[in-house]
């Protein structure tokens, strides 16, 4: 039986580089798959429908509301974001892990109903980087970029309900560190409890020891 791939949920403030740490860590890491998430938001320059988001029209996402087609969803910065179900589950059940890049609103609800899994709050190296990241980022309007540097503050207060916090002053470094947790989290012993009972039985582990591909 494959075991089952762990649910990643990645949260942080916006300019804090969440979405370059995941690209880096999906190009290295081919046991891990990134949900695609819907969204009512006007796609930036550059965006690609269903490579970066699914965008969608708001009553095309109500339609995935209604039909119970969202692992959750939140209204970010006065659009609405989801994650579908399907896809996430599918990969899990393959034995992939599955990372989500979504706000703290999302990440909670994700967290009541799957409790096992791994929640990582990335954070700035300082306020001032973080202005700095999303002035040069260049793809929002100066009303958008306030919008989001008033939201930092009520942002940061729920990094404390994630399990680990990254720094990101150095993507490679950050990327590294959720490399390590992603390795440790495959060894807790919840994860890893068919192993013992395979040693009792066959008097070895197995062929599939921790999980680890
Ligand atoms: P952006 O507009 O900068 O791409 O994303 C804005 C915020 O929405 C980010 O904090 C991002 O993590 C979050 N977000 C993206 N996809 C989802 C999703 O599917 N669900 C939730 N709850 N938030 C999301």
Sequence with gaps: ???????????????????????????????????????????????VNGRNYLFVTKDRFKGMIENDELLEWAEVY?????????????Q????????????????????????AGVFIYILPPSLDELADRIHKRGTDSLEVIKNRLQCVNGELAQAHNYHYIVTNDQVPAAVEKIESIIVAEKLRTVRNTVL??????????GNETNAIK
């Design 1 to 47: 039986m494959t075991q089952q791939g762990i649910l990643i949920v990645v949260s942080g403030p916006s300019g804090a580089g969440k979405g370059t740490i995941c690209q880096e860590l999906l190009s290295s890491n081919p046991n891990l798959k990134y949900s695609i998430s819907a969204t009512t938001r006007q796609p930036r320059t550059g965006e």
């Design 92 to 115: 899990l059940n393959k034995g992939y892990d599955v990372v989500l890049e979504i706000d703290t609103q999302g990440a909670m609800k994700v967290k009541e109903k799957s409790p």
């Design 196 to 205: 013992i009972d395979n040693l009792y039985r066959t008097g070895s582990v």
């Design 78 to 90: 006065g659009n609405f974001y989801g994650t579908p179900r399907q896809y996430v589950l599918e």
